[in-house]
């Protein structure tokens, strides 16, 4: 496979962003009025309030995942341009536009047909024959024939990976130029004349057939009639030719140097968009095709480094070139998907009703629409007899079994918690689930924890039918003991049909029976708190003599963090001591460790990556026997560490739960640190981002003017930009912005971020629209809606004003605002600023989040407060005093002023809280309803049409709200008023 020789070459590609844990929420379970807070939210401490009996336990959960496709549509453009350059696509096209920058490389003319480019470290050009007889060749053979057959822009695509290299062709290569080389070539470095040359040779050798690729003498230098087809520009065909080298053209055509301006136009003018979109995709351009972008780059008066005066493509003049897969610039990807959706129809007037429905969803497949069998959404909690595969897919309130373990994507057998494998909506029934996280099984029992019902479910007989009823459950009785029966939040179970342990996770506590339960609510023999240690306790994993548990908040070793308790022999006694509590073996500041032993004794273990160990770990220190190089390491897989990520073992199969939705396994249990799966379940290869490809963020963030639709999230670090606003559920959008730098362009599915922006808040007054988040906030002044590059961008701070946590963001006539949660800040400048103002105005706010202005009033939200605080803006600089909303809210994520109404999402009581008039809510007076519930007690979260599952970001643009849910959902929601 391709991806193998990747991975044993050495290829620059890396796993998908892990430093995401501050864009994800705390875990917030909806069962309390009074907040204690321990832990943190968002990746920042969390203050400490009141407790009381009835508490909310606050987690910094950090479920990861991975933005990015194998080969998603997109360009790159320098944010610093005036003018950025962008492609310009049909918005009905079918295929994807994806342009990738890395360097643009110095072309030498050397006489030959094959010019050289200098590659930065190879060190100065030369003739080519000379290089080509110098070079350890690999194979023999008619270099001639083989240039006639294998043009440039065949080697090329074959050297850089966008061309499946054939059988042999890897090794070829190799011999010809290195591993090293072939390592940089994958990595998205220009291949030289000479290499080319290699690759010309090794594919004649090999005898490599291209299917609809030209494969004639006149693809490599294009059409020798002189006419373009399709047409775009004019000009002097071979003096475009001469200047600008099929190797040049094809690498613009495709993205690997970064386009000029104007030449955007010009191609999408020849080609058409779709074409267009094509070729940024991975298409191979043909040889009219490379004429029209030599003839588009000539008149434009591209200039190329060492060719002609002037600085190359994505640098400066006289700086130098980058190495392979850095980025040059600081502009975003942006991705044009093919989108087709019908237009809202707006018109829409009156006020909302308690309980109401929302009339369609983004970020999701649609309203109780899973998407079918093979579709996932947080598959989690994988558990095996040595035959059969179960899994919890958790945000689909399903578990899926497969009668066999499967070795390709198959489909599985049986669907619980559902009557059908399209359904995905919540119950409480003993049929259905609300958020179920794992399973365990001994081949006759199986065990779900049903983690939003607080409850386990038990079936003592395997079950054989769809949505088949559980036989026992398990939950806490009104008024019981919780010391032996406190299922609170259940999120890790193990069992060998002899003995059951049972996380509940909210009550810092594991519950572990002795015996297998025989009754509905039986008691626990014992709990273990790990002498008070134990924070919110995750995955279980055992052999049936020891015990390793998993906790997000552990306080072992200091402050609240990700760690693992493991005792060397099975507790048998109340609270009995652990032996010792270890961290992450590859990353200290990683997540805490859960797996599966293999019949040989052997355990695998996911963490920050994939690792095995001769059983289970002895010491705190203990290394395991091999590390699978991860997500963050160049030639690593990602496996997109995240809450969700689990380990069976069935035989020496060995099955992992990714953060793309997808269950990836290897055919034996890894034995070497370039360990990249075998096959996949639940995607086209093991590479498939189901959540990427089908538009799903982790807490969306929606600003809209009532024409467009933008929607940031911090996790995936996108920007979805709707030109429209949609009236289909499950809308693609129109442009999707990558706020990532990817170290290697061409498998944006394993690459990890090298630089970000992590937008937690926007905002969207008039022509401008601005992100910010961590340390960075973007400007644009004139709406993303093109694919343009923001007009501004601060990183670090501006003026003498030095970022932290960046929170909040709001614009209105006068004013910009930005928010710091860990300066606990507010700054206001007049207008906007540049890099060198300074705020006119500083609010001391505790721990302030995401803002709202409406011109008159600014609303700052704050963890600090079960409340929302609005300063009237005339009376900031005068040091007025703010006005506190007062409402029955826990843990708001955002207040928002619109139109004259108020809304808060209350985050806690997943519930999203409406005054229709704020002056009601600046007078003191009560809400006038909630959304999320028919009413104000109903505050168990679900994935359902008329119920929120943690809300947190709103927008209204007087037509339709918009509901952003947070960290344990992804969805967006769309709530019409009415008369």
């Known amino acids: 496979m391709q991806f193998l020789v990747v991975a044993l070459l050495g290829t620059a590609c890396s796993g998908g962003s892990t430093d995401g844990l501050g864009g994800e929420a705390a875990e917030v379970p909806a069962a309390a009025t009074t907040t204690s807070f321990t832990g943190s939210i968002g990746g920042s401490d969390l203050p400490e309030s009141g407790s009381a009996a009835t508490s909310t336990v606050v987690d910094?959960?950090?479920?990861?995942?991975?933005?990015?496709?194998?080969?998603?549509?997109?360009?790159?453009?320098?944010?610093?341009?005036?003018?950025?350059?962008?492609?310009?696509?049909?918005?009905?096209?079918?295929?994807?536009?994806?342009?990738?920058?890395?360097?643009?490389?110095?072309?030498?003319?050397?006489?030959?047909?094959?010019?050289?480019?200098?590659?930065?470290?190879?060190?100065?050009?030369?003739?080519?024959?000379?290089?080509?007889a110098d070079a350890p060749m690999g194979p023999a053979g008619d270099l001639d024939e083989a240039r006639q057959r294998y043009p440039l822009n065949v080697t090329g695509a074959v050297l850089a990976g966008r061309m499946e290299a054939p059988a042999g062709f890897d090794q070829c290569a190799v011999a010809g130029f290195g591993g090293a080389r072939r390592g940089e070539l994958l990595a998205g470095a220009i291949a030289s004349g000479s290499e080319n040359d290699v690759a010309a040779r090794c594919l004649l050798e090999v005898g490599a057939v291209f299917a609809g690729v030209p494969s004639s003498a006149g693809s490599a230098g294009g059409s020798e009639s002189g006419v373009l087809s399709p047409m775009g520009p004019g000009g002097d065909l071979d003096e475009a030719r001469q200047r600008y080298p099929s190797n040049v053209t094809s690498a613009v055509l495709d993205g690997r140097i970064e386009a000029p301006a104007g030449f955007d136009q010009c191609a999408v003018a020849g080609l058409g968009g779709a074409r267009r979109g094509e070729l940024l995709a991975g298409a191979i351009a043909s040889g009219p095709e490379n004429d029209m972008a030599a003839n588009c780059l000539l008149e434009v008066g591209a200039e190329i480094s060492g060719g002609s005066a002037g600085g190359g493509f994505g640098g400066t003049e006289g700086?130098?070139?980058?190495?392979?897969?850095?980025?040059?610039?600081?502009?975003?990807?942006?991705?044009?998907?093919?989108?087709?959706?019908?237009?809202a129809p707006g018109g829409t007037f009156g006020s909302f009703h308690a309980g109401q429905s929302a009339d369609l969803v983004l970020s999701a497949i649609g309203f109780n629409d899973s998407g079918g069998p093979l579709l996932f959404n947080r598959p989690t909690g994988l558990s095996t007899d040595g035959t059969r595969l179960v899994m919890a897919d958790t945000f689909n309130n399903r578990v899926l079994v497969w009668n066999r373990a499967p070795t390709g994507n198959q489909a599985p057998d049986l669907v619980l918690g559902q009557s059908n494998f399209t359904s995905n909506e919540p119950d409480t029934s003993l049929g259905g689930m609300n958020w179920p996280v794992s399973t365990s099984t001994d081949?006759?029992?199986?065990?779900?924890?049903?983690?939003?019902?607080?409850?386990?479910?038990?079936?003592?007989?395997?079950?054989?039918?769809?949505?088949?009823?559980?036989?026992?459950?398990?939950?806490?009785?009104?008024?019981s003991d919780k010391e032996q029966l406190g299922i609170e939040w259940p999120w890790g179970s193990w069992t060998d049909g002899t003995r059951l342990v049972v996380t509940s996770t909210m009550g810092g506590r594991v519950l572990v029976w002795n015996t297998f339960p025989?009754?509905?609510?039986?008691?626990?023999?014992?709990?273990?708190?790990?002498?008070?240690?134990?924070?919110?306790?995750?995955?279980?994993?055992?052999?049936?003599?020891?015990?390793?548990?998993?906790?997000?908040?552990?306080?072992?070793d200091g402050p609240s963090s990700p760690g693992t308790f493991i005792w060397s022999t099975f507790p048998t006694t109340a609270n009995q001591p652990y032996d010792f509590f270890r961290r992450d073996p590859t990353d200290p500041n990683g997540p805490w460790l859960r797996g599966a032993f293999a019949g040989d004794g052997r355990l695998v273990t996911m963490g920050s990556t994939l690792e095995v160990w001769p059983g289970m770990p002895s010491a705190s220190d203990e290394s395991p026997v091999l590390s699978v190089k991860g997500q963050k390491e160049p030639d690593g897989f990602d496996f997109g560490w995240s809450d969700f990520s689990s380990v069976a073992v069935v035989g020496e199969r060995v099955y992992v739960t990714t953060g793309r939705n997808t269950v990836v396994g290897f055919d034996g249990i890894p034995d070497s640190v370039y360990g990249w799966p075998d096959f996949v379940v639940g995607g086209d290869d093991v590479l498939a981002n189901t959540m990427a490809e089908n538009h799903i963020l982790s807490n969306p963030v929606p600003a809209t003017d009532g024409t467009s639709l933008f929607v940031t999230s911090d996790f995936d670090k996108k920007l979805l930009v709707w030109k429209t606003i949609p009236e289909d559920s499950a809308a693609a959008p129109d442009i999707v912005y990558h706020f990532c730098t990817?170290?290697?362009?061409?498998?944006?599915?394993?690459?990890?971020?090298?630089?970000?922006?992590?937008?937690?808040?926007?905002?969207?007054?008039?022509?401008?629209?601005?992100?910010?988040?961590?340390?960075?906030?973007?400007?644009?002044?004139?709406?993303?809606?093109?694919?343009?590059?923001?007009?501004?961008?601060?990183?670090?701070?501006?003026?003498?004003?030095?970022?932290?946590?960046?929170?909040?963001?709001?614009?209105?006539?006068?004013?910009?605002?930005?928010?710091?949660?860990?300066?606990?800040?507010?700054?206001i400048w007049e207008g906007l600023p540049d890099g060198d103002?300074?705020?006119?105005?500083?609010?001391?706010?505790?721990?302030?989040?995401?803002?709202?202005?409406?011109?008159?009033?600014?609303?700052?939200?704050?963890?600090?407060?079960?409340?929302?605080?609005?300063?009237?803006?005339?009376?900031?600089?005068?040091?007025?005093?703010?006005?506190?909303?007062?409402g029955s809210v826990n843990?708001?994520?955002?207040?928002?002023?619109?139109?004259?109404?108020?809304?808060?999402?209350d985050t806690g009581h997943n519930q999203v809280e409406i005054w229709w008039s704020l002056d009601d809510a600046l007078a003191g007076r009560p809400s006038d309803l909630v959304l999320g519930a028919d009413d104000r007690n109903e505050m168990v979260p679900e994935l359902t049409r008329n119920q929120f599952f943690w809300p947190g970001a709103i927008a209204f643009d007087g037509t339709y709200l918009w509901v952003g849910e947070f960290k344990f959902s992804g969805r967006l929601l769309r709530f019409s008023p009415s008369g």
């Open 60 to 132: 910094n959960g950090s479920e990861a995942s991975d933005a990015g496709e194998e080969h998603p549509a997109s360009t790159v453009v320098d944010a610093g341009e005036e003018h950025p350059t962008s492609t310009v696509v049909d918005a009905g096209e079918e295929s994807p536009t994806s342009t990738v920058v890395d360097n643009g490389p110095a072309v030498v003319e050397d006489g030959d047909d094959h010019p050289t480019p200098a590659i930065a470290g190879d060190g100065p050009a030369v003739d080519d024959a000379q290089a080509v």
């Open 319 to 343: 700086s130098p070139n980058p190495q392979p897969g850095q980025r040059v610039g600081s502009g975003f990807i942006v991705e044009y998907p093919a989108t087709n959706y019908r237009t």
């Open 443 to 479: 081949g006759t029992r199986l065990v779900v924890t049903d983690t939003y019902n607080n409850r386990i479910l038990i079936w003592t007989a395997f079950p054989t039918r769809n949505g088949q009823p559980a036989d026992i459950v398990l939950e806490t009785p009104a008024g």
């Open 518 to 556: 025989t009754s509905d609510d039986q008691p626990a023999d014992l709990t273990l708190k790990g002498d008070g240690r134990i924070g919110t306790p995750r995955q279980v994993t055992s052999d049936g003599l020891t015990l390793m548990v998993g906790d997000h908040n552990s306080t072992a």
């Open 742 to 827: 990817y170290r290697d362009p061409s498998y944006q599915g394993l690459a990890s971020c090298m630089s970000q922006l992590a937008p937690w808040d926007n905002a969207l007054h008039g022509d401008v629209f601005a992100a910010a988040g961590k340390d960075r906030v973007v400007i644009w002044e004139g709406l993303p809606t093109d694919g343009s590059m923001p007009a501004s961008d601060h990183e670090g701070g501006i003026g003498s004003i030095t970022f932290a946590d960046l929170t909040g963001v709001a614009i209105d006539d006068r004013y910009f605002y930005l928010a710091d949660k860990q300066a606990n800040r507010v700054w």
């Open 837 to 886: 103002d300074e705020p006119v105005a500083t609010l001391v706010v505790d721990t302030p989040t995401r803002l709202s202005s409406d011109g008159t009033y600014l609303a700052v939200n704050s963890y600090a407060t079960s409340s929302a605080t609005v300063y009237r803006i005339d009376d900031i600089l005068q040091g007025g005093s703010p006005i506190v909303v007062s």
């Open 891 to 905: 843990l708001p994520q955002a207040a928002t002023i619109a139109g004259g109404h108020f809304f808060v999402a």
